[in-house]
């Protein structure tokens, strides 16, 4: 997956299918864009610096897109998005602003910038924000070398990613914390059945004066199969015509239960007048108190299913690196995830080949915080509260 185009495969891959779906009258005007040409120019210039690096990728890339609008428009423009997929290849050795110049004026007047991270997995997100967030810190820029497991395609064993920070390679294993169990595999089936039916604008047009939330279970089907044989068209017309039957009141904490034929879970609605916007809410199966309880839990397994891997790339000479990784904003919080790792770090034979440990929480606002640096460890780590300022600093927190 990450052979051919390097460690930017997933953007540079969508970039090219994205050309080869464009048409003749689509293409047509590819390279007529409202930009600095110097500032292009440098910054293609800037990305040969690197292409020691990763040569046959960018060989790779370039001959990719050229093929994919061969016969699409003039040499000039087959030539300019083949530059722009080469570009791609190295766009993690660029500055922020220098990214910025390519995301938003060279590639998404043409491609959506989102498309280029559709495919993008939370291991994807969590790396790809870890540098970001360490590239900003050490005002230094931090890139991956390489993805050796492939999101674990290639074979057990391999590291997720090898990292670069300030001339140094670092070996990465990255793990997702659950709020509660089973997080990631409701959350799929919630994103892959119930989000796709667009209930808020279908809602919001059946009740154009009213301020409605919906509140769903986000474990709504225990198995995959439940939600492939469930009548989704039926629990739309069910929703649209409860909310008619909701009483209204101005106390949003107040909801009113339904109970749908055929329908293996509850919904809450709540509803008052002279708003015109519909909300749907995933209500999670855990208490706020048993969260801090099955943190800890969650953080012993995720140091001791990753401690092998390091272990090992620690009897190679590596440096190693655990990332521990969440994007809950609504139950928790940077200091819980500290505090959960604090308690779960009572054996330190669990971090034998680990040599430091990081918690990310990924959300609207994020945040990276070492809490094991060598043999010292949260709370007796001053970096703790020092990254704390540094990032403080750079959003305008005071």
Not at 81 to 101: G, I, K, Y
Not at 225 to 252: C, H, K, M, W, Y
Not at 373 to 378: E, Q, S, T, V
């Amino acid at each position: 997956m990450f052979e051919r185009y390097g460690p930017n495969s997933l953007q540079v891959t969508e970039y090219i299918k994205a050309l080869s779906e464009m048409s003749s009258s689509e293409f047509a005007n590819v390279d007529r864009l409202n930009l600095d040409s110097n500032k292009l120019f440098a910054l293609f210039q800037k990305t040969l610096t690197f292409k020691a690096d990763r040569a046959s990728e960018t060989d790779n890339a370039r001959g990719d897109a050229m093929r994919a609008v061969l016969e699409k428009g003039s040499e000039n423009q087959i030539i300019f998005v083949a530059l722009v997929a080469s570009m791609l290849v190295s766009e993690d050795r660029l500055t922020r602003e220098e990214q910025v110049f390519l995301h938003l004026w060279v590639i998404d007047p043409k491609v959506p910038l989102r498309r280029l991270y559709r495919n993008h997995s939370k291991e994807d997100w969590a790396i790809q924000k870890f540098c970001e967030h360490l590239s900003r810190i050490d005002d230094h820029n931090v890139y991956v070398r390489s993805r050796p497991d492939a999101r674990g395609r290639t074979g057990a064993g391999l590291p997720d990613c090898i990292l670069n920070r300030l001339g140094e390679d670092y070996t990465i294993e990255h793990t997702f914390i659950n709020s509660y169990p089973k997080q990631v595999f409701y959350e799929k089936l919630f994103a892959k059945y119930i989000q796709p039916l667009g209930l808020e604008d279908k809602i919001k047009a059946a009740y154009p004066k009213k301020l409605v939330h919906v509140h769903i279970p986000i474990d709504a089907f225990k198995r995959e199969s439940d939600a492939r044989s469930f009548d989704f068209d039926g629990l739309i017309q069910n929703l649209i015509d409860a909310v008619g039957r909701t009483p209204e009141t101005q106390n949003v904490g107040r909801t009113t239960e339904f109970q749908f034929p055929n329908t293996p879970f509850a919904v809450h609605i709540n509803k008052c007048d002279g708003w015109g916007i519909t909300f749907v809410t995933q209500v999670v199966p855990i208490q706020r108190e048993q969260v801090p309880v099955y943190l800890t839990s969650e953080m012993s397994r995720a140091i001791r299913s990753k401690g092998e891997k390091l272990k090992a790339a620690k009897a190679r000479g590596e440096k190693t690196v655990l990332l521990l990784d969440s994007d809950d904003y609504a139950l928790i919080n940077y200091e819980m995830l500290a505090e959960a790792f604090e308690k779960a770090s009572s054996d330190l034979l669990l971090f034998e080949g680990i040599d430091d440990v990081y918690i990310q929480q990924r959300g609207g606002v994020s945040w990276i915080f070492p809490v094991k640096l060598g043999a010292r460890m949260y709370p007796d780590l001053p970096e703790f509260q020092d990254y704390w300022n540094r990032q403080a600093e750079l959003l305008g927190v005071h």
